[in-house]
């Protein structure tokens, strides 16, 4: 009895113990700390553990060349000195290119000095950013975008784009101007690049008016992931396109079913050679669901009179939903009115 007392609480006390242990270890690791400084990481990655980080200034003093490189990058948000106490990290040449010491060490002081002695610095011992497999280069940009820094990037690692070694350099170009975002007006042109067919349906004759620039591939998609499938913005389909497009939004007391809960249903998003931009031409887009009808338009209209109606929407005008009955006392509604 008194033995198994005592293994017992030789027992209790170590769990008590492991668990104080683990639950200490944990505390540990939900620090938000890799386990090496990323700059190790970088000189594992250039394959060179000497090579040493020297500072902007170093670089851009040292080489000539690099003038526009330097003078974009100062007026850009990366090259605003951002100050230690915001707890932004320090952007410089070397947080994407690696360290640069031995880039530099055959180099004298200045670029006038450099240059009439036809020394250049050592771009081989930088990172590789050309020919990093894609993943890694955009790990360059995700070790400070982190989804909790930059909560756009929540959805990346998941999404389409990143699956399809799409890379963030694919789409911001770093050194073409102080601008590293991409602008709504240049938009369209970098997603036409890789998606030629939606350039294509945009140019349709209906289509909603990116071309104008008057909407953004932006305003509906997020390029860098989201909750939804085809990289759309918003909660549902039918949040997304009635952000803009209010009066479609309901509740209405008679809902054209369920249909209109996604909008493309109907709708081609980018362009149709239906008016509208409609999926099908009338009537055909509703005898995909409905059987056409004729109506007698007087009570006693002889059967050759009738017409068989082709316009649907003529008469069923309120196609989005209505609040307004089929007739009195009528609990269903048709889109009359
Ligand atoms: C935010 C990341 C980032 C920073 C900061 C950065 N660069 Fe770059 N740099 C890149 C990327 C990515 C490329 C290659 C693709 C491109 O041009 O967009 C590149 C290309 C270059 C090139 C052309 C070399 C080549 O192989 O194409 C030079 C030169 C260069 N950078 C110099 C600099 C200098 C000098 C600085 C500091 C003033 C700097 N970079 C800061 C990301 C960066
Ligand atoms: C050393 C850290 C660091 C690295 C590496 C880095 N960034 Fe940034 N980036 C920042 C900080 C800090 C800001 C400013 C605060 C913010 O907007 O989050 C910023 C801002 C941006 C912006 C917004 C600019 C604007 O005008 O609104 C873009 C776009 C961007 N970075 C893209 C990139 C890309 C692409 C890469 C990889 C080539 C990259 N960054 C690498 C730290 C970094
Ligand atoms: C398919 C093209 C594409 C890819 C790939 C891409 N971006 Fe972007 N990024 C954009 C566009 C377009 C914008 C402008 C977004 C807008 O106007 O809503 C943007 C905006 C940003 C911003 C600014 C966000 C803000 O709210 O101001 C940051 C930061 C950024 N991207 C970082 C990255 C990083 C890091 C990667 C790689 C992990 C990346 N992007 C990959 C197209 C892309
Ligand atoms: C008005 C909102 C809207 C705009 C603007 C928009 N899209 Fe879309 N896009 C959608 C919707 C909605 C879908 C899903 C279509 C579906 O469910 O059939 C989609 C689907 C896609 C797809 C998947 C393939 C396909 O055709 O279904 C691609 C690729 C795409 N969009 C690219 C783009 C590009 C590139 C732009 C800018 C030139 C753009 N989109 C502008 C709403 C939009
Ligand atoms: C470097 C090429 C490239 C660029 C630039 C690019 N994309 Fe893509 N995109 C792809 C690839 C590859 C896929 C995955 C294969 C596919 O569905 O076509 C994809 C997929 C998509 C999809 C999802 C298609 C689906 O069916 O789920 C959408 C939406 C999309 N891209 C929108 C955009 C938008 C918006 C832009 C501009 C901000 C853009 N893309 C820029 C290459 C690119
Ligand atoms: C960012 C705002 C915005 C979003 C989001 C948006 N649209 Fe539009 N839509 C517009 C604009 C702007 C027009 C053009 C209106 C005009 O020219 O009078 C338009 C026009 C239309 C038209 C009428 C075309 C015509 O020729 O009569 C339809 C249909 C349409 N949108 C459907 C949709 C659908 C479906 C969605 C969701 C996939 C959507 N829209 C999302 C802004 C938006
Ligand atoms: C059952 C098919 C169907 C669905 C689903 C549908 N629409 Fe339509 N939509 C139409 C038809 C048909 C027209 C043309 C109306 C006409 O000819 O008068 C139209 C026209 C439009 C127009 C342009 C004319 C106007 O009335 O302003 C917009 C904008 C529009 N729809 C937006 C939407 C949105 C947003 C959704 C999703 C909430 C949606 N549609 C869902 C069939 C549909
Ligand atoms: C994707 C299938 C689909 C398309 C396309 C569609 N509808 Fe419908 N429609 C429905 C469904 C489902 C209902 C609800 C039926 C029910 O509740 O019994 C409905 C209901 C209706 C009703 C009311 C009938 C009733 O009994 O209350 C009318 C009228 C109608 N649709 C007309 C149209 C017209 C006109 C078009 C073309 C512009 C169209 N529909 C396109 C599926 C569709
Ligand atoms: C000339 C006007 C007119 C046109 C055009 C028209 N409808 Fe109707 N539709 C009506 C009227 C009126 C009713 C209501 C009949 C009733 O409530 O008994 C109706 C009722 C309906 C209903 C409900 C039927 C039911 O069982 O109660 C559907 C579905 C419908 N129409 C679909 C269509 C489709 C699809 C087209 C195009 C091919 C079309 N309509 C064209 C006037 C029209």
């Not at 100062?74 to 640069?100: A, D, F, M, W, Y």
Request: aromatic share 4%; glycine share 6%; net charge negative.
């Amino acid at each position: 009895m008194n033995m198994l007392n005592t293994i017992s609480g030789i027992f209790t006390a170590a769990v008590v113990t492991t668990g104080a242990l683990l639950l200490s270890s944990c505390a540990e690791l939900k620090q938000d700390r890799p386990l090496l400084p990323v700059r190790e990481y970088e000189r594992m990655i250039v394959g060179r553990l000497d090579a040493e980080y020297v500072g902007t200034d170093n670089c851009v003093s040292k080489c000539h060349k690099h003038e526009k490189i330097a003078d974009d990058f100062r007026h850009s948000l990366h090259g605003e000195q951002i100050k230690p106490e915001t707890g932004l990290p320090l952007v410089n040449c070397e947080s994407c290119h690696g360290p640069g010491s031995l880039a530099i060490e055959k180099l004298g002081d200045n670029v006038e000095e450099n240059d009439e002695k036809k020394v250049k610095c050592d771009t081989s011992t930088f990172l590789d950013i050309h020919n990093l497999p894609t993943p890694a280069q955009s790990l360059i940009c995700l070790k400070c975008h982190a989804a909790a820094s930059s909560p756009t990037l929540a959805h990346w690692t998941g999404s389409v784009h990143a699956l399809n070694d799409v890379g963030c350099f694919d789409c911001h170009k770093l050194h073409r101007s102080p601008r590293q975002k991409v602008t709504r007006e240049e938009t369209a042109e970098l997603c036409y690049g890789c998606h030629t067919e939606i350039k294509a349906e945009n140019s349709l004759f209906s289509h909603h008016p990116i071309r104008e620039k008057k909407i953004a591939c932006t305003d509906c998609h997020d390029p860098h992931g989201s909750v939804q499938p085809h990289l759309l913005k918003g909660s549902t389909p039918k949040e997304l396109c009635t952000r803009c497009h209010m009066e479609k939004q309901g509740p209405f007391a008679f809902e054209h079913g369920d249909v209109t809960e996604n909008c493309a249903t109907c709708h081609s998003p980018h362009g149709s050679v239906n008016n509208h931009l409609l999926n099908a031409a009338m009537p055909f887009l509703c005898l995909q669901c409905h059987g056409g009808h004729v109506v007698t338009l007087m009570p006693n209209d002889p059967v050759d009179k009738r017409l068989f109606n082709n316009r649907c929407t003529d008469c069923h005008s309120q196609i989005h939903g209505t609040d307004i009955p089929a007739g009195a006392n009528n609990n269903r509604g048709n889109f009359l009115r």
